[in-house]
């Protein structure tokens, strides 16, 4: 199945183990359009990128097989959920059927680890504030995103990385500001324009998500 998050698509795929001739797995994909073209989250080709939903050990319900839903979606909890049916048995052999649950964070499907500084494809601009979704290991981090406009010239200074207020704690779709007063200028200009983001990572950060979203409501500030 596919499914839209954030500017690409997803697509849980089920890859045959011809080698062994009773494995099924689970691995993620990603594409611009449903029509692809498709790739691996991770690894160079979908025979060798890892699972997605990884195969229980030797006695689980799922030791063999893993067949995903179409569907995945997000509870109301805030987690993210995935059905998916579990056989204990080769492919073509008995075998049992579970129905199963795999649970993770919002937009926790994939993410950037480490640290350095890269630059994100072109985005069109669709609110006046980034959004980030990252956690932070044992090393802990920080995560700062600045803003490159598609226009001749230098980018105002107002949006430089430099100026992007650090994220320093686990978050879900947190706001990005940057220095100045009343929290900081926002991108309303921007909107329905198209610009690159030039993305920060410290130490331990992972990730998962950057979007926008229109100004909180405590982040505003009289005139």
Same mark, same amino acid.
């Given at each position: 199945g596919t499914f839209p998050w954030l500017d690409?698509?997803?697509?849980l795929v089920m890859v045959f183990d011809s080698d062994?001739?009773?494995q099924v797995h689970?691995?993620?994909t990603f594409a611009p359009t449903p029509e692809g073209p498709w790739k691996p989250v991770e690894g160079d080709n979908i025979i060798d990128a890892p699972d997605f939903l990884p195969l229980g050990g030797p006695g689980a319900f799922d030791s063999h097989i893993i067949f995903a839903g179409a569907s995945p979606f997000r509870h109301d909890s805030g987690a993210e959920w995935v059905y998916y049916m579990g056989g204990n048995g080769p492919h073509d052999g008995a075998r049992?059927?579970?129905? @199963?649950l795999a649970t993770l964070r919002p937009d926790g499907y994939a993410s950037v680890r480490g640290a350095g500084i890269f630059r994100t494809p072109l985005l069109v601009v669709t609110s006046e504030m980034i959004t980030a979704t990252v956690d932070f290991g044992g090393a802990g981090g920080a995560l700062r995103i600045g803003v490159l406009p598609d226009e001749p010239g230098e980018p105002p200074v107002a949006f430089n990385l430099d100026h992007s207020v650090p994220l320093t704690a686990n978050a879900t779709d947190a706001q990005m500001?940057? @220095?100045g007063g009343c929290g900081g200028p926002d991108l309303k200009y921007y909107v329905g324009k198209k610009v690159v983001l030039e993305v920060s990572l410290e130490r331990d950060a992972l990730l998962y998500a950057v979007g926008f979203a229109p100004r909180a409501a405590e982040a505003t500030c009289e005139s």
């Open positions: 690409v698509y997803l697509g062994t001739g009773d689970c691995r993620l049992n059927s579970s129905f @199963a500001h940057f @220095a």
